[in-house]
């Protein structure tokens, strides 16, 4: 596979480039750690300098830079040359966890003659489809340095060691009716061998770590399972992704392209959380402390600028499923493959406005990108995305938008390339716009 590359552009020449790049990303980030430190080294090459939260910053007008908080969430910005009083802010959020099943603290088990793992679920995954998976784990841990000090590294186990073996059909007649998932007993996978401590587990046979760890005392872990089945595209012209994790990370490698493309002098922002799968209420989370105080000390958070100023909230959206076309509203039901969608939702559970719509309506017809509508039917529940968090939070117009998919919070899902591409060029174009504040962009 191709490296995360950030000369890419979204022409259909390079939509093989975009492809590699794309998949090489998700294939590279099997956990939220991973994701952050794949794009913080993409935005190094791009020209980005890394901040430290606990140190003084000296930002330059024209300066690129980004910070992360946790390992995970990274927030990257361009001070640009225009005062952001009178030119407002452009910037894109998105998330970089997914739903998945987590280690618990003490994940060695024994029962019944076999060794398994003992775990918690993170998020709403889509519980069936982590059944017969060749498993691995990735993550971080902590571990004794000695000193008085505690070191921790990257853990990324390429090998397969666990599995969530299925039920015999000879054994749940009704399996293929109304099976019923109970997350306490029935998603602990079996690992191989006479694996009685967690090191034993992540360091037998094939890993790639960072450097530090040499047998030390494991003091704490964050990690979780993923598919070791590397994402793939398949079709003529190989037109769809089929992978884990496109919820959300299609939308964080569109956004880093975007904000390294976009030719632009104005303050530009990518927002990469953590924590959005389990509600963005955390230090790192959108709902947390860590975008104002990034805004506080780069821009400012004075009306004058949050109120000139645009979020794009970047998250996938709902294909409408030939077999379940049911679950649609007939006249917002987007295609995959037919443009990105714009999110709405009249309880505000998508931050999108009439006003906002229009503005990136209006961009796509001038781009000529094809874009599509979505609402949720009146009697299915809503998901949500950090963008009505962050509205409500900061006081930014913020818009929903971004491509449609199949199977979300699946262990495995699928989305267009071509609308990947479409969307990447969307984002960079709302970086680059003369002017995002709305209230005169709109007559009254």
């Known amino acids: 596979m191709n490296r995360f590359d950030p000369t890419v552009e979204a022409t ?38 890394r ?39 452009r910037a894109i959020g998105a998330h970089l966890d997914s739903p998945c099943l987590k280690l618990a603290p003490n994940p060695i088990l024994q029962r019944h003659g076999y060794h398994q793992l003992n775990v918690e679920v993170y998020g709403s995954p889509l519980l069936r489809t982590w059944f017969d998976r060749d498993l691995s784990i990735a993550g971080r841990i902590f571990f004794d340095n000695g000193k008085r000090s505690v070191r921790k590294c990257l853990i990324h186990k390429a090998d397969p060691v ?8 000879h054994l749940e007649r009704e399996a293929n009716t109304r099976q019923e998932i109970n997350s306490q007993t029935h998603l602990n996978p079996v690992i191989s061998g006479d694996m009685d401590s967690l090191e034993q587990l992540l360091f037998t046979g094939d890993d790639i770590t960072d450097s530090g760890y040499n047998g030390q005392t494991l003091l704490g872990h964050d990690l979780s399972l993923y598919d070791v089945n590397p994402p793939e595209c398949f079709g003529t012209g190989k037109k769809l992704i089929s992978s884990a994790r496109i919820d959300n990370l299609l939308s964080c490698h569109a956004g880093a392209i975007a904000i390294a493309e976009a030719q632009t002098d104005n303050f530009c922002m990518l927002v990469c ?13 959108a709902g947390g402390p860590f975008l104002a105080s990034v805004l506080r000390r780069s821009v400012g958070l004075d009306p004058s600028v949050i109120r000139r100023s645009l979020l794009i909230s970047a998250d996938g959206a709902h294909g409408i499923h030939p077999n379940y076309p049911h679950k649609h509203d007939d006249r917002h039901a987007p295609i995959i493959g037919n443009g990105l969608v714009i999110k709405v939702n009249a309880n505000q559970n998508y931050a999108s406005s009439g006003e906002s719509v229009a503005f990136i309506r209006k961009q796509c017809e001038n781009l000529n990108l094809p874009h599509q509508i979505f609402i ?5 529940r809503c998901g949500s995305t950090i963008g009505p968090i962050v509205a409500s939070e900061i006081g930014i117009r913020t818009v929903d938008v971004g491509v449609a998919q199949f199977a979300m919070h699946s262990i495995r899902e699928l989305a267009s390339i071509g609308d990947a591409i479409d969307f990447k060029r969307l984002l960079t174009a709302v970086l680059e716009s003369e002017k995002v504040d709305l209230s005169e962009w709109v007559d009254t």
Do not use: K, M
């Open 376 to 380: 949720s039917r009146n009697d299915i």
């Open 12 to 49: 259909a020449e390079s939509e093989d480039n975009y492809r590699n790049s794309l998949l090489d990303f998700i294939f590279r980030s099997p956990s939220p750690y991973h994701a952050s430190r794949c794009l913080a080294d993409f935005l190094e090459s791009a020209g980005f300098t």
């Open 162 to 169: 666990a599995v969530i073996p299925s039920v015999a059909i």
């Open 51 to 89: 901040l430290v939260e606990e140190e003084q910053w000296s930002l330059e007008p024209g300066g690129r830079y980004y910070v992360t908080r946790n390992d995970t969430s990274l927030i990257a910005f361009r001070c640009g040359q225009n005062p952001a009083d009178s030119a407002g802010i």
């Open 273 to 285: 959380s953590d924590h959005e799968e389990v509600g963005s209420v955390s230090d790192s989370g």
